[in-house]
């Protein structure tokens, strides 16, 4: 599932959730003792952020530590100290592809929370430190969705453009075919060719049957196009693939939230999503969902 960062105004950048293992961490320097370290993980696989910081905090300060701290106060939602401590870990992992996507997130959240002048300042940082980690690593799929998502919603002044988004997808072929597709149906439905994009959008469900995400992603689309009795099938055909699964729950709730509709059903699927004991640092965090469940109190 993908976390949507909603800038001010011409800002905006979509990315990947949390892989569960970094990789990479720089190899001259000590490593943290292991069982602190797996410790930590496992609280951050568990979304039990709090806990991991405390563990991390009482251990040394090494590229790895500092990266899944940052990841951590990242999924807490306190940017200034992601964008601290993951600075750090680049500064002793500076060929580490993934710590640098972290980091580029970890500015794109500032500058979703920042005004708009300083919000550029953090932008322009954001799409540096993806294009540092596609440079570093061009089979990191999650920096080349991360910097397709930015060329594709920041204007040229930035550094944007869907020129350079789609000189992208030759390379996501490589790595993820239905995320290649998923790509091109983006770009379509930004040039507002719907069928174009439609006929993507399918294409990745082909290519990944098994995916319940990409039949989501479907789903969203044919509510944006206001086909909600087809969006509504989609969905349901996504539950038969994970039947239960959080993602579902929250992506079902934040389409009918931005389309106005069954608003006292989605209140009741974000109430069962933060209840869930088994979400995962790659659904949505529990401050999205709180944040869209205020939204939806308002509707």
């Not at 994970?242 to 389309?259: D, M, N, S, V, Y």
Request: glycine letters at 4%; aromatic letters at 8%.
């Amino acid at each position: 599932m993908r976390i949507a960062l909603q800038y001010p105004a011409f800002l905006y950048l979509a990315f990947a959730v949390a892989p569960l293992v970094s990789q990479g961490a720089a190899r001259n320097r000590l490593p943290a003792p292991q069982s602190v370290l797996r410790q930590a993980q496992d609280r951050y696989n568990h979304t039990e952020y709090p806990e991991a910081i405390t563990l991390l905090k009482n251990a040394p300060q090494t590229a790895e530590t500092l990266e899944l701290m940052g990841r951590c106060y990242l999924m807490e939602a306190q940017q200034a100290k992601a964008v601290e401590v993951l600075e750090k870990a680049v500064a002793l992992a500076p060929s580490n592809s993934m710590t640098f996507t972290w980091l580029g997130r970890a500015y794109g959240r500032r500058a979703e929370t920042s005004f708009p002048l300083a919000a550029v300042g953090w932008a322009t940082k954001s799409r540096q430190a993806f294009e540092k980690a596609v440079q570093l690593d061009p089979a990191n799929g999650e920096a080349v969705n991360d910097l397709f998502e930015f060329y594709l919603q920041a204007p040229s002044v930035m550094g944007g453009g869907q020129d350079k988004a789609r000189a992208l997808i030759p390379l996501m072929a490589k790595i993820d075919p239905a995320e290649a597709s998923f790509a091109e149906g983006k770009l379509s439905e930004h040039s507002k060719k719907f069928s174009d994009a439609e006929s993507a959008l399918r294409r990745a469900i082909e290519l990944a049957p098994t995916q319940a995400g990409r039949v989501v992603d479907l789903a969203r689309f044919l509510a944006r196009q206001g086909r909600f009795p087809e969006s509504e099938r989609a969905f349901d055909e996504a539950d038969k693939l994970e039947p239960g699964a959080p993602k579902l729950l929250f992506a079902r709730a934040q389409t009918w939230i931005h389309t106005k509709r069954n608003i006292p059903q989605a209140k009741d699927l974000l109430a069962r999503y933060i209840a869930a004991p088994n979400r995962t640092p790659d659904d949505p965090t529990r401050l999205e969902a709180q944040k869209l469940l205020h939204k939806a109190e308002g509707l």
